[in-house]
């Protein structure tokens, strides 16, 4: 098999996201060296047919010095032919409920070959809006949980007159 040859890409499909909002990268692992030396290519290795085998690594940088990095998505990528130039993937995580400037890096390693890695950051800005799925969807989590205590709660409770509640 060739040395690999790789460039990684990664976007967000806006430069500005609400609070709290889904947020989906295209990220995109460029094969330079795609292709094999011969008429035939050669059998993985790896007996699940894996040519090659990354690593993706999302994180969120911390708003501040004192603020941990936190990751927020990880996923294996796969390459299971030698002719294919690209490896993509679509990581997807909540933005922060904070507005303003996010940093956001993706790594790439091999597990295929040793020092093998890539880094790219992309830059976002978090809005002082909140999206509208999420806020639906909290509020949707809020009423299940809400439910759920009283459920529990009037299980062992009395009525005002003595008789227990189901």
């Known amino acids: 098999l060739r040395a690999p040859k790789l460039r990684l890409e990664a976007k967000c499909s806006s430069k500005k996201v609400a609070q709290s909002a889904k947020v989906t990268l295209k990220v995109t692992l460029h094969r330079d060296h795609h ?3 011969g008429k035939k290519p050669p059998q993985p290795a790896d007996p699940s047919g ?6 993706m690594y999302v994180y969120v940088v911390g708003a501040s010095p004192e603020e941990p990095n936190t990751f927020a998505a990880i996923q294996p990528l796969m390459c299971k032919a030698l002719k ?4 993509e993937a679509e990581p997807t995580f909540e933005a922060p ?13 091999s597990t295929s070959t040793v020092g093998v890695s890539l880094e790219e950051k ?6 002082d809006q909140v999206d ?12 299940e949980k809400m439910a ?7 299980a062992d409770e009395e009525d005002d007159i003595g ?3 189901k």
């Open 84 to 87: 294919d130039k690209t490896i």
């Open 122 to 127: 992309v830059t976002l800005t978090v809005t």
């Open 97 to 109: 409920a904070r507005a303003g400037p996010l940093t956001v890096v993706v790594c790439v390693t």
């Open 50 to 55: 894996n040519y090659e085998a990354y690593w």
């Open 163 to 165: 008789i227990k509640l």
């Open 132 to 143: 509208p799925a999420a806020q639906v969807l909290a509020t949707a989590k809020a009423i």
């Open 35 to 37: 292709g094999f030396n």
């Open 148 to 154: 759920v205590q009283q459920q529990a709660g009037d």
